[in-house]
């Protein structure tokens, strides 16, 4: 079956390329912006099309890689046209496949857990990407082999649970930038340039995330609040700016709790109180 995409972003652009890189056939690429439409068909070897009903009509699977705020628009003009036996597969990571309802079709929803940071690079990672997919049997089946059949691992997820899914996804990358961001902004205050912090803090934050990555949350954890060094952690509270106390106590919180389970003889009472103070409102 031919894989068309409404949408021309960068998840449309890097998803197409990646398939047609590995051999899939590709119909097109429609988008409202014919312009992003004709670079993401050139881009991939395949067509840019003028009518919606065409690349509907000369698709098998059709990827819905619009921005999550109008699929259901689009869902509601395709379902004006013939769509008996298509596959029809939106990739947003917090809606459900229940947004694809109505039609003869069979639908999924399919999310790679990857961001796409430009439209023409992206698609290197993606054979490296974890895809989580829900949705009707035969959409699930029929995306999940031709995923899988590029060596891609690909996860059923319950439908229900995508909002929770996505809120970990959003915490796991972009909340991830506001903590280095904080923190790049202290070393600021500090007198180091943006770019000096970066550059001077890179190897403590690559070397923690591949920490990580080897031995877990619980092996990676070091640290004042590990070490139940109360007195340094004081220090620290000592001299942050307000939001940065705040979310310095609500970040300890929880690395406390991952040292209490690491260490379950140290006695980290005294920090427990040091670190509750904001909530008793001592602070």
Not at 112 to 126: A, C, E, G, W
Not at 184 to 208: K, P, S
Not at 249 to 260: D, N, P, S, Y
Request: aromatic share 8%.
């Amino acid at each position: 079956m031919k894989i068309g995409f409404i949408g021309a972003g960068r998840a449309g652009c890097s998803i197409g390329k990646y398939l047609s890189v590995y051999g899939q056939e590709l119909s097109g690429y429609y988008d409202t912006d014919r312009r992003a439409a004709e670079e993401a068909a050139g881009f991939t070897g395949a067509r840019c099309y003028e009518m919606l009903r065409e690349i509907v009509s000369e698709s098998g699977i059709l990827f819905l890689t619009t921005p999550d705020g109008i699929i259901a628009s689009v869902w509601e003009q395709l379902l004006g046209f013939p769509l008996s036996g298509k596959i029809i597969c939106h990739c947003s990571g917090a809606l459900s496949s229940d947004s694809l309802s109505g039609a003869q079709a069979a639908c999924c929803s399919l999310h790679p857990m990857l961001p796409f940071s430009n439209r023409f690079s992206s698609y290197q990672q993606l054979e490296k990407a974890f895809f989580t997919i829900e949705g009707q049997e035969r959409a699930v089946a029929v995306i999940a082999e031709l995923f899988t059949s590029l060596g891609n691992t690909v996860c059923r997820i319950d439908g229900a649970r995508k909002p929770l899914y996505h809120a970990a996804a959003s915490i796991l990358s972009n909340h991830v930038i506001a903590v280095l961001d904080a923190g790049y902004g202290l070393l600021e205050a500090c007198g180091f340039t943006r770019e000096e912090a970066v550059r001077a803090a890179a190897g403590l934050v690559q070397e923690n995330i591949n920490h990580v990555l080897a031995d877990g949350c619980m092996g990676a954890l070091t640290g004042p609040i590990e070490r139940g060094d109360a007195q340094t952690v004081q220090k620290h509270l000592g001299c942050l700016p307000e939001e940065e106390k705040e979310m310095y106590l609500l970040l300890g919180r929880r690395l406390l709790g991952i040292a209490e389970a690491k260490n379950p003889d140290r006695d980290y009472s005294g920090m427990e109180a040091l670190l509750r103070q904001k909530q008793d409102g001592k602070c």
